[in-house]
DNA sequence: GTCATTGTGACAAACGATTGCCTACCGGAA
DNA sequence: TTCCGGTAGGCAATCGTTTGTCACAATGAC
């Protein structure tokens, strides 16, 4: 860095106030069009570089947003995410990633770091546990905040994630319509709202159909690859032989498929398996995976433009935006035929 | 926001200097200690949130690095991530991620817009074609730039990378060892320095097991899932009929093993496949991926620590920095015998 | 009683962009 | 000629920290 180039370095070259430059350079109507044009050349000829501190020290708008959730390698958040990149990049924001691996702590390390950045607002995925006076922090400090994929109780912001205990029940009734009767769930916590609705949506479902619940039929826990693959040697364990079962995530549901077929039987045939979200992963999965599509583009989508318009003023509404799931029918699901 | 807390104000409320508060918060010996103190205590009962962009104005140094990869959902680069992540966590630096999906434009407007809120130094794996100017004007404006995970022709930069030609000869090797004479390469391109890396490793253990090379063998372009699990079908009608496959990574083999599947042959017995990069998926594949470990971790720990050691004055020397990839055998890989 | 010395903390000038306010100038109308 | 409306662009204060330079007081040595 030979010599910094600043909006004085531009003007003295002109023989101009730094005033008009930088109207100029944001294209504003005071400035003539040709007397703009010239200065924007010189600029380029420069090679002036913005400085959105010193700027955004004045206007107290960084063009920031922060983004945090449970763990951006996990391709569920990972579709969120593209979802939001690309609302935020058409509106000149940059955006700030942060995992939070469900620490109370690192997500309030990411809030209060991206206070100092002065940041415009913040997209987040409540890690568990989250005090209410974390989020408070955000919006007492003028930086508005949306939730994405799990809701919080006791706090009335603008929130959006599929409704989990409507897509869980699609899952399992798929289940019980191809005549299955012991129909394990795999995965999940009570920790989470989401994990709360997703269970209660397994357990309405099979009520309906008037199948005894039983609680020994769930096993709770896993929420990755890892964590299915495991899972699956208790699962094909338990006394009362669950035929298929509904898997908390996609991810999951190929770990448990994958366990499946390490003990030499054939996930699809001999135990179908459902999983949830519908990433891109599921319709290449062997078998093809029967799921849940989950709605992460929307939510991504609409968390942004949510964010987006009320920095720009307009007040969204507060709440829980439900994004209603859909089922996709793949061939890890078949009829129920009793086991050999 | 009822209303912003600076230093002057915490001045003002104790009868001190604003200088004397900036001092103390940062545990200068020049401010006693009980003053400290008590300074602290104060900042903290007002709620006084540092300005991290007035602060970098004035000592032009702002906290921030950048990283740019590919794709960041990708899991070889979330690898990385993720080593980068807890190597820069302990050093109070603040990271801002971005894929550039090979896409030049995307990455120069990263660059760009890092440069403006004063990033302290970027950790690229640049883009396909990135000309050197693009890294350059990282330079030139005093930002540091580190390459991981593939190198680039005519900079002489920090680059931290696997041994792809190593690396790929361990796989072919092994293969050649159980008795394979028809290999096949899937995926890859000649566009980067990996891509060609990798094919040269493959021919050149090929060729010193005297076996002949055929470039139809390789069928370039697939890098992800999806990709391998499309090129089965052209993998399988090859005319040649190769009995095992060298992948370009984990997810192609994944894919590519998936495809066999699907086509109704065992992956691991009629065929071999070998992956590459040894994601922690790998070993939970069915079957358990025959792979090279790429040295993820430690290409992302010593891109960082490297770019904090320049950071703080010593300068690191230039050049490329080669991991040693190690084979790990599993179940994806078994003797030559005869296709049915 | 003087003179250093040490420890505390204040002053004020940056850092670079933004913006409300003001001036100068031009052409046209009365 | 005088006045008016309008346009172009300059001035200078401001955002909140940091830091080099000083001032002052207390201490201790001689």
Request: aromatic content about 4%; proline content about 5%; charged content about 20%.
């Given at each position: ?19 008009t ?13 040709d ?15 913005y400085n ?11 063009g920031?947003i ?8 996990n ?53 568990i546990?989250t ?10 400090n003028?930086m ?33 319509g ?25 357990v309405n479902?099979?009520?309906k159909?008037?199948i ?23 699962f ?11 898997c908390?995530?996609d ?26 979200d519908?990433?891109?992963e ?8 029967t ?13 942004a ?21 859909e ?11 009793p086991?050999?």
């Amino acid at each position: 860095m030979v010599q910094k180039i600043k909006l004085s370095t531009i003007a003295e070259s002109l023989g101009l106030s730094t005033a008009t430059i930088s109207l100029a350079l944001r294209d504003s109507p005071l400035v003539a069009i040709d007397t703009r044009e010239k200065i924007k050349d010189q600029a380029r000829a420069l090679g002036y570089i913005y400085n959105r501190r010193a700027a955004s020290l004045r206007t107290s708008r960084s063009g920031i947003i922060g983004v945090v959730v449970h763990d951006i390698m996990n391709p569920f958040y990972g579709e969120i995410l593209k979802a939001i990149e690309s609302e935020l990049d058409r509106s000149r924001h940059t955006f700030i990633l942060s995992n939070h691996y469900d620490s109370v702590e690192k997500q309030r390390t990411f809030i209060e770091t991206l206070l100092q950045l002065g940041g415009d607002g913040v997209i987040m995925s409540p890690a568990i546990g989250t005090p209410i006076e974390d989020v408070k922090l955000a919006e007492a400090n003028g930086m508005p905040a949306i939730l994405v994929a799990r809701s919080m109780d006791g706090v009335d912001l603008p929130t959006y994630r599929g409704d989990d205990s409507y897509g869980i029940s699609l899952a399992t009734n798929h289940l019980i319509g191809l005549g299955h009767r012991t129909i394990a769930m795999i995965g999940g916590t009570d920790q989470t709202s989401t994990g709360r609705d997703r269970y209660q949506g397994y357990v309405n479902a099979l009520r309906k159909a008037n199948i005894e619940v039983d609680p020994n039929l769930r096993i709770p826990g896993p929420r990755s690859k890892q964590g299915g693959f495991e899972a699956a040697v208790h699962f094909l364990s338990l006394p009362q032989k669950p035929t298929a079962a509904v898997c908390w995530n996609d991810l999951v549901a190929i770990g448990l498929m994958n366990g499946i077929a390490r003990a030499g039987l054939v996930p699809g045939q001999d135990i179908s398996v459902t999983g949830y979200d519908d990433l891109e992963e599921a319709s290449i999965a062997t078998p093809a995976l029967t799921t849940v599509w989950n709605g992460q583009t929307e939510v991504g989508r609409l968390a942004a433009r949510a964010l987006l318009d009320r920095l720009s003023g307009s007040h969204d509404p507060d709440g829980i935006h439900l994004i209603k799931p859909e089922m996709r029918i793949r061939q890890s699901t078949s009829p129920h035929h009793p086991r050999a």
